[in-house]
């Protein structure tokens, strides 16, 4: 059975940082693709970030970008967001995926895998 657990949600106040964890058992995910969601009150999930491929190629959204870093530990198989100068913007449920594949995918149909999610929320 494939599990995800996620950690290291909180309260922040803006301009602050976090570091979640998603931490895999049942298999490795090695090259896998593992990305990050979030999805705030009265909004649809959406795609945050993600990692494919032996070379760890990254992707992330535009609101994100130069803020938000997604670090592999393949020895602990385990996924981080490294989340920095937080914004009010930026609080919501925060879920990790995974998918049976290396491809790119930023739509949350494509995930196989999820976790139960962990709350950031950022003061203003």
């Known amino acids: 059975q494939v599990q995800l657990a996620e950690s290291g949600g909180g309260l922040v106040q803006a301009g602050g940082s976090l570091r979640l964890s998603c931490a895999a058992s049942?298999?490795?995910?090695?090259?896998?693709?593992v990305g990050w969601f979030r999805q705030a009150p009265g909004k649809a999930r959406e795609f945050v970030a993600a990692i494919r491929g032996s070379w760890g190629f990254k992707h992330y959204t535009d609101s994100v970008k130069g803020r938000f870093t997604i670090p592999r530990d393949n020895a602990k198989n385990t996924v981080y967001l490294q989340m920095n100068s937080l914004k009010a913007e930026d609080t919501a449920l925060y879920y990790c995926?995974?998918?049976?594949?290396?491809?790119?995918?930023?739509?949350?149909?494509?995930?196989?895998?999820w976790g139960q999610g962990t709350q950031v929320t950022v003061s203003s």
């Open positions: 049942g298999r490795t995910f090695g090259d896998n693709t």
């Open positions: 995926a995974a998918r049976n594949s290396a491809s790119y995918a930023d739509m949350g149909a494509s995930y196989d895998y």
